[in-house]
């Protein structure tokens, strides 16, 4: 679920406004508000689409949790699912990484990714739920 609009990184952009299938935000002159927590979808469009890593969505689609925008920043969170599955400049998509024979059938053939990189994805820790 949605839960955080950092307000010091937002530039105001809007697409997070415009790319939630189910309307969450308001604009605020500019600026994303959460108005409806509730309807989130915890479908992550939001925060893959930020240019500059502004939002969080926890991964409990059934609860809200309290978060700390700092301690986010501090330990790489914010940004890091964006940055995961390869969204923005000369990042590695998922389906680079992707192995599986069906990956196969609709992608072309792709370059294997050299160890390294395929370490530091899957060494990304999992992440709990903050005390509401
Ligand atoms: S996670 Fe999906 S449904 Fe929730 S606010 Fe972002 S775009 Fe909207
Ligand atoms: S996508 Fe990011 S920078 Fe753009 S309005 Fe939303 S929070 Fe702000």
Not at 8 to 15: A, K, P, Q
Not at 77 to 85: F, H, K, P, V
Request: proline share 8%.
């Amino acid at each position: 679920m949605i839960e955080l609009v950092s307000t010091s990184r937002c530039t105001e952009c809007g697409l997070c406004v415009r790319v939630c299938p189910t309307n969450v935000f308001d604009d605020h002159d500019g600026l994303p508000v959460i108005a409806r927590q509730h309807d989130c979808q915890t479908c992550y469009i939001c925060e893959v689409y930020c240019p500059v890593d502004a939002l969080y969505v926890a991964p409990y689609g059934d609860q809200a949790v309290t978060v700390d925008e700092d301690a986010l920043a501090a330990d790489g969170t914010l940004g890091s699912w964006r940055a995961a599955i390869g969204w923005g400049r000369k990042r590695v998509t998922l389906a680079a990484l992707d192995t599986t024979p069906f990956i196969d059938r609709i992608l072309p053939s792709q370059p294997a990714l050299p160890a390294e990189e395929i370490a530091f994805i899957l060494a990304a820790p999992a992440k709990e739920p903050a005390e509401a």
